[in-house]
């Protein structure tokens, strides 16, 4: 049976449209979402959108709408955008579903029966925009410590969950599973927070009303949080006997690192009460800025990241995003940056190796691979490097590490160039009797390609295809085993390679002015 594997982005707020920070957590969960399948995983990949709230009520009342409606319309935004991007996620759960509101009545009523529920009252700050409750200490010269915005003074009667009784269950958790909480430095941010003692927390409303009413008690809309969190069980039907094929729990929540709080304190805490297994990891990583500076509405630097994917391409933004950054720290997007990528690591390294590779076999063999003796020190040298950036970039994946595993691939392209530089494959062909050793050569250079072409495909989908069917591969490259490929032979001879137009064309530098 094939090992389940489940992971989730987080659901994204409807009042506001989809954007480069959005894509990246979606793209980067993409990528490893494709990269398990082709490693054999039965892989359950979640995203879907946040739509009750005050937030959201507010925003459909600015645009004269219903929420619904508002919602309606945004979701639309994320689902098409999440195609064009070429998203593979197995569903997608919107927490205006049957589905999701009948499992947080369920989920309640578990916490409830185990006695974690009370009717209280509640004042305290709220951060509207956040939808963060806040204690006078956390206000920052009393604003939103997090947006600067001003806050609100709240009082209203409220059900509360004891999130109090859960402060020493989760530091036992977080010291049992030294990696739930990654990256690292993360994880010592919210050890801290949580040694502080928690507070019971509100977990009801009723001061607005677009969101599920709380079993027997209507009047109260369950605080958004508590029904959000529970999308990653609701869209798996787990009360409903939709967990027999075991994705819960999830392999790895990857969010933003602004609602790791959320997922790495309330989520579990909850999920102890309604005696659910916890999620194996939780992954922040950072932030985007844009051209140095905090993307916002009111500077309209927002980046949308359909006309980013229309500009330079899907392969090339979807490579940018995961290789300029060390998934977990902050970045920036810059036209430059991702011109000089594409330039210089698509276009020059990786775009040229395939195609000078390409015309040589044309050039020399008329498009076909020969039979070769057995391979030389260099060829052998070359084999091995592709066998160990497979099980590098194995590692990197697993580990989130996405830049490092595109690395690693890198290397394995550059040397690759390497080779045929220092094989001078032009000057074999001046020698009949070097004929064999320039088959081996090119023999090589396309089996390394393959090898690149398969790693490259959680990435790049399609010019990893593209390269796949030149190469000759069968099917699709997103279809294929990477554990059922050996670099040597695996472009068998007899292969016709294919000429292709350049897989990453340069971008004119002058023309982004
Ligand atoms: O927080 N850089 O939804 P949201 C990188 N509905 N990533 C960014 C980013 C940036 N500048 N801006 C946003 C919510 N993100 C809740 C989640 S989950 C149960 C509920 C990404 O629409 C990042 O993944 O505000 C962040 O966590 C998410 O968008 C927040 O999306």
């Known amino acids: 049976?094939?090992?389940?594997?489940?992971?989730?982005?987080?659901?994204?707020?409807?009042?506001?449209?989809?954007h480069i920070g959005h894509a990246y957590t979606t793209i980067a969960c993409d990528a490893l979402a494709r990269y398990k399948r082709m490693k054999g995983c039965s892989v359950f990949f979640l995203t879907g959108t946040d739509e009750h709230g005050l937030k959201v009520e507010k925003a459909a009342g600015e645009a004269g709408e219903q929420p619904i409606e508002l919602a309606d319309r945004v979701v639309q935004r994320f689902r098409s955008l999440w195609e064009k991007l070429l998203v593979t996620n197995t569903d997608f759960i919107r927490t205006t579903e049957t589905r999701h509101k009948e499992a947080v009545r369920e989920f309640f009523r578990r916490v409830e029966a185990n006695g974690d529920v009370y009717l209280g009252s509640y004042e305290d700050w709220y951060c509207v925009p956040c939808e963060s409750f806040l204690t006078e200490t956390q206000l920052s010269g009393g604003a939103c410590p997090d947006c600067g915005r001003p806050?609100?003074?709240?009082?209203?009667?409220?059900?509360?969950f004891r999130l109090s009784r859960y402060t020493e269950p989760l530091l036992q958790y977080y010291a049992d599973n030294p990696d739930f909480i990654q990256p690292p430095s993360r994880r010592n941010e919210i050890v801290s927070f949580v040694k502080e003692g928690l507070r019971d927390l509100s977990i009801s409303r009723t001061t607005f009303s677009w969101g599920i009413p709380i079993p027997g008690n209507e009047r109260h809309i369950f605080y958004v949080w508590f029904?959000?969190?529970?999308?990653y069980v609701s869209a798996l039907g787990y009360f409903s006997g939709g967990n027999e094929a075991g994705f819960w729990p999830a392999d790895v929540h990857v969010i933003g690192k602004d609602i790791l709080r959320f997922h790495t304190v309330y989520w579990p805490a909850f999920l102890l009460s309604a005696g659910l297994p916890l999620p194996k990891k939780v992954f922040a990583h950072g932030w985007w800025t844009i051209e140095g500076k905090k993307m916002s509405k009111s500077l309209g630097n927002v980046v949308d990241p359909g006309s980013l994917a229309d500009e330079y391409g899907i392969d090339q933004m979807r490579y940018f995003l995961l290789r300029e950054v060390p998934f977990g720290l902050d970045g920036d997007y810059s036209r430059q940056a991702i011109v000089g990528r594409i330039n210089s690591d698509l276009a020059n390294d990786f775009g040229n190796l395939a195609s000078r590779t390409i015309s040589m076999v044309h050039k020399y063999f008329d498009g076909e691979i020969r039979q070769v003796p057995a391979a030389g020190p260099a060829e052998l040298r070359l084999q091995e490097k592709?066998?160990?950036v497979i099980a590098e970039v194995d590692r990197h994946m697993n580990g989130l590490a996405f830049n490092k595993a595109l690395v690693a691939l890198w290397e394995l392209v550059s040397m690759v160039n390497k080779y045929i530089d220092e094989s001078a494959p032009w000057v074999l062909a001046k020698d009949p009797a070097q004929?064999?050793?320039?088959?081996?050569?090119?023999?090589?250079?396309?089996?390394?390609?393959?090898?690149?072409?398969?790693?490259?495909?959680?990435?790049?989908?399609?010019?990893?295809?593209?390269l796949w069917e030149a190469l000759g591969g069968a099917g699709t490259v997103a279809d294929q085993q990477i554990d059922e490929f050996d670099v040597a032979g695996c472009?068998?001879?007899?292969?016709?390679?294919?000429?292709?137009?350049?897989?990453?064309?340069?971008?004119?530098?002058?023309?982004?002015?």
Do not use: W
Request: hydrophobic share 50%; with cysteine; net charge positive.
């Open 1 to 18: 049976m094939k090992k389940p594997f489940y992971l989730t982005t987080p659901i994204y707020y409807v009042n506001d449209v989809p």
């Open 151 to 160: 806050v609100e003074k709240l009082k209203e009667e409220s059900y509360f």
């Open 227 to 231: 029904d959000a969190l529970l999308n």
């Open 386 to 388: 592709a066998r160990a």
């Open 435 to 466: 004929s064999g050793h320039l088959a081996a050569v090119m023999a090589a250079c396309a089996d390394a390609l393959k090898i690149a072409a398969l790693l490259a495909a959680p990435f790049m989908p399609l010019a990893a295809q593209k």
């Open 491 to 513: 472009v068998p001879p007899g292969t016709r390679l294919q000429k292709i137009s350049a897989l990453f064309p340069r971008i004119q530098a002058d023309a982004q002015a």
